[in-house]
């Protein structure tokens, strides 16, 4: 059996545990050809990213992940993830399970202060909570808390405050559950708490439109923002009262990198970590030799390119189905990501004990000759020998492809699903745009006809934020994580009965049935889930990325 990450044993065996340091790196052994003398530490460390941030610093509306990285060091949760995958005490000093399982209590660490002095109180928790419930809210992260008591009310504006939701003292706090909802102690436990005394003055609706607090955020983390500059970087100092002890390295730095300077950047001495998934593979192996350590770990990301459901020409099933037969998608893998991933046939991290077995799975093997059978079979053939699919009424087949400039990775794919569904008489145009108008043409205004994206995952592998019907938005201007607009009342069972049992086996068994039928219903076109890469400072000590946690223990962090 697999290791339960999320079991009731894990969060009641932790009881009164403090977080710790970390020791060695979790890549590869020190290459360099530093004296065994002690030498003063470095002052500044500077991890470099491929994408600018939004600057949507507040970790209940950013969804791009450089912005959580920037709330990774600025912000805390209650829990944290480690290495090992194992949850593990934070800003709470401990968390209990009530004997019937609908109950969460945390008590929080009586030393935590915001960056601007305030102490951190359960009040602050528990406004996090219910901000995220406001009718208002215009986030992802309302289906972790719907099922706390009181909460639905709440929201639907029948109540002023969740009954669910008890402020004991300071520095204790109760959640209650109308049911037992498995993904509660991670989905919550990792919610990075933000001060009701900046953010309570504003409703949760109107807080894109903070720019100046969005950019400045204050948070209890290791680190506080000092500067940021869109499109080129931004600068954090340590905190002097950190909860979790001494920051290590007084400064931060996320730069901006475009990747091909990477490794101009590495031999110029100007960034420490890198992102390296958009190297050449030769050009990763290059560092290493130069003396620069490297590690990958799986990913809690799998590229997709997602279908509009809404559109006619898209709904039948044998279309989408063709064109994942059309898709070459183990070229993909070996000439574009070079090997360094692996195809995904559901909609779930391979990695996660939830994914289904393989064997169970169609595997849509390359089939350019299975692709077009399917297109006839659904009305679409090349009637007047043109090279491109028409329909009954003579319409030509042609549909565009959003996709996010600044990836390579993602922009080379495109091209090579372009070529792909060309052979099978299917016009595709891409259109490409930075990543802010995709979101805004794709998943706030839906606006397309097919995108190429990310989908990110959390460590629980509940999928009702992503494909739950109620997560449809079909007004424009109003922002929908069922992005491709997957409407199955029996998935949405499925979702619901994951989340009522605690047993792993049995939401395991839940899962399989729900990725089979995802599988085969194919919503989007399911692609790879690349492995994450970094190259680092072989001298960095405390570094110990993880799928889910690329800044565990950053405060201990070090270059010597």
């Known amino acids: ?13 932790m009881l009164g545990a403090m977080l710790t340091g970390c020791g060695a790196n979790s890549g590869s052994e020190d290459k360099s050809n530093a004296d065994s003398t002690s030498t003063k530490p470095k002052d500044t460390i500077v991890y470099s990213t491929n994408t600018a941030p939004q600057g949507i610093f507040n970790p209940l509306i950013s969804d791009m992940s450089i912005d959580h990285y920037v709330e990774s060091v600025v912000y805390a949760s209650l829990m944290t993830v480690n290495p090992k995958g194992d949850l593990e005490p934070y800003l709470a000093n401990e968390c209990n399970i009530s004997d019937d399982q609908k109950t969460i209590t945390y008590k929080l660490k009586d030393n935590a202060v915001w960056h601007d002095g305030e102490k951190v109180t359960a009040k602050d928790v528990a406004f996090t909570f219910t901000s995220m419930a406001d009718a208002s809210y215009a986030g992802g992260y309302y289906g972790d808390v719907q099922n706390i008591k009181g909460a639905k009310a709440f929201h639907d504006k029948k109540a ?31 919610v990075q708490i933000i001060p009701e005394h900046i953010w309570g003055k504003i409703a949760p609706g109107e807080w894109k439109n903070q720019t100046e607090l969005l950019n400045a955020p204050i948070g209890c983390g290791p680190y506080k923002l000092t500067e940021y500059k869109s499109d080129s970087y931004v600068k954090f100092e340590a905190t002097s009262n950190f909860f979790g002890g001494e920051v290590k390295t ?11 300077t990477t490794q101009a950047e590495f031999k110029s001495g100007t960034i420490d970590v890198a992102n390296v998934e958009s190297l050449r593979k030769a050009d990763i192996d290059a560092l290493v030799k130069e003396g620069y350590a490297t590690t990958s770990f799986p990913n ?26 059309a898709i070459n998608r183990k070229g993909i893998v070996e000439q574009v990501v ?16 939830a994914y289904p077995e393989d064997s169970t799975l169609d ?23 043109d090279g491109y699919v028409e329909n009954s009424s003579g319409k030509k087949f042609h549909l565009n492809l959003v996709c996010q400039t600044g990836n390579p990775i993602r922009e080379q794919s495109a091209v090579v699903i372009q070529e792909n569904l060309k052979a099978i008489g299917v016009e595709v145009e891409i259109d490409s745009m930075e990543f802010s108008a995709v979101m805004d043409k794709v998943v706030a205004n839906h606006d397309f006809d097919l995108f190429m994206m990310g989908n ?28 491709v607009a997957y409407d199955n009342k029996e998935t949405d069972k499925l979702i619901d009965a994951g989340n009522a049992t605690l047993n792993q086996d049995e939401r395991k068994e839940i899962y399989s049935q729900f990725g089979k039928i995802l599988n085969k219903d194919v919503p989007e076109a399911y692609l ?29 962090w070090v270059i010597k």
Not at 1 to 12: D, E, G, V
Not at 338 to 353: D, H, K, T, Y
Not at 458 to 477: F, H, L, Q, T, V
Request: net charge negative; proline share 5%; hydrophobic share 35%.
């Open 1 to 13: 059996m697999k290791k339960k990450l999320f079991s009731i044993l894990l969060c009641t065996t």
């Open 160 to 190: 002023d405050s969740i009954e669910g939701i008890k402020v004991v003292d300071d520095t204790t706090i109760k959640i209650e559950f109308e049911k037992v909802y498995a993904p509660a102690l991670t989905n919550l436990g990792t």
């Open 250 to 260: 007084p400064k931060l730095i996320f730069k901006v990198v475009n990747a091909d």
């Open 300 to 325: 809690f990301q799998f590229t997709y390119m997602g279908f509009n459901l809404r559109l006619k020409e898209l709904q039948d099933v044998k279309v989408r189905q063709a064109f994942m037969y």
């Open 338 to 353: 070079e090997g360094r991933g692996q195809i995904v046939n559901a909609p779930m991290l391979p990695s996660s004990w």
């Open 363 to 385: 595997s849509y093997d390359y089939d350019v000759k299975k692709a077009k059978t399917l297109l006839k079979e659904a009305g679409w053939e090349d009637k007047n020998g």
């Open 456 to 483: 990110t995952l959390s460590i629980d592998p509940d999928p009702r934020p992503m494909w739950y019907s109620d997560a449809i938005s079909n007004e424009k201007g109003v922002v929908g994580y069922n992005i």
């Open 528 to 556: 790879f889930s690349q492995d994450i890469e970094r190259v680092y400072n072989s001298k960095l000590e405390g570094y110990e990325p993880s799928t889910f946690n690329e800044f565990y223990n950053v405060h201990n």
